[in-house]
């Protein structure tokens, strides 16, 4: 059988990264300041991303795919070093493809374990384990996959004696409808969350949004993103934002938006404290940190 695949020409691609958050799969990574397409796998051949690439260094290619086989893959990312090998077994534990990391691995173990050195105990052991723990995520992208919650033994039972109050300061807040040169925008601390946060965390307001301004987008689903890398942009530099926190949710495909933030943030003059947020599936911040 015959796929489209894409094909990245390294001659051409200058790491900008514009066409990562194109990639609805997560397929494509940015490595060593190179767009790397980390699991063909996972490449849906629609090509979302060639209309991104300002070099056109991104093409589409048809190739034999059936059956697929990760020692090929493998083999072919051996080259491209330790990092990029990485990030393709994160990948296939991310897709609950442990049949295809376990033979990525034995290749490696037998053929290039130096590859495997300085950390290899966390490239297949955590790999390994990705998934424990969290049951009725099975193949396919972990962020459509089905969970139920109800019956859950860590799933922590909240009570409340009265409502919440809303901390939400400002309208519109989707990233499509709001404007940068807003009042409430000038001079704020911002909050910009993935769709998904604030049904995922009980206490989104109070955590996150007290007194803050907010924008939020859906990674994976929205179309137009250029837009938004163009207000956040606006924000930093027209309304000289204070601080930028980056609320997402642990599926990979959150990750574009983070990296939508790094795109603005390397096209604006002004640099702003920017701080990422990884909430988990059952609505727990599982980091926190100042990037």
């Known amino acids: ?22 990639c609805h799969e997560g397929a494509l990574q940015l490595i060593d300041g190179k767009a790397r397409l980390i699991s063909d796998l996972f490449c849906d051949g629609l090509g979302a991303c060639i209309g991104h690439c300002p070099e056109g260094a991104i093409t589409m290619e048809k190739r034999e795919a059936e059956p697929y086989d990760e020692i090929r893959v493998i083999k072919d990312m051996v080259p491209k070093g330790r990092n990029t090998i990485k990030a393709h077994l994160d990948h296939l534990a991310d897709h609950n493809e442990i049949g295809y990391l376990n033979m990525a691995v034995e290749y490696l173990e037998e053929n290039h374990p130096e590859l495997l050195t300085d950390g290899s105990n966390e490239i297949s052991g955590n790999t390994h384990n990705h998934n424990e723990g969290k049951s009725g995520c099975g193949g396919g992208c972990p962020g459509s996959a089905t ?24 309208w519109p807040v989707q990233m499509h409808l709001v404007n940068p040169g807003a009042s409430y925008f000038r001079n704020a601390d911002v909050v910009l969350a993935a769709d ?3 049904f995922t965390m009980g206490g989104f307001h109070q955590h996150f949004l007290k007194g803050k301004s907010l924008a939020i987008a859906c990674p994976k689903l ?70």
């Open 147 to 170: 969970v139920d919650f109800r019956n859950h033994e860590n799933k922590k039972q909240m009570h409340y004696t009265e409502e919440a109050p809303s901390e939400l300061r400002q």
């Open 1 to 22: 059988m015959l796929r489209d695949i894409i094909s990245i020409d390294e001659e051409k691609c200058t790491g900008c990264g514009i066409c990562i958050p194109n």
């Open 222 to 291: 929205d179309q137009g993103k250029e837009i938004y890398i163009e207000k956040l942009t606006a924000l930093i530099d027209q309304s000289q934002i204070n601080t930028l926190t980056v609320v997402i949710m642990e599926v990979p495909c959150c990750g574009g938006l983070l990296q939508m933030v790094r795109l603005a943030m390397g096209s604006s003059k002004r640099k702003v404290p920017v701080k990422l947020a990884i909430v988990s599936i059952q609505g727990e911040v599982i980091k926190e940190e100042w990037i």
């Open 196 to 198: 998904c946060v604030a």
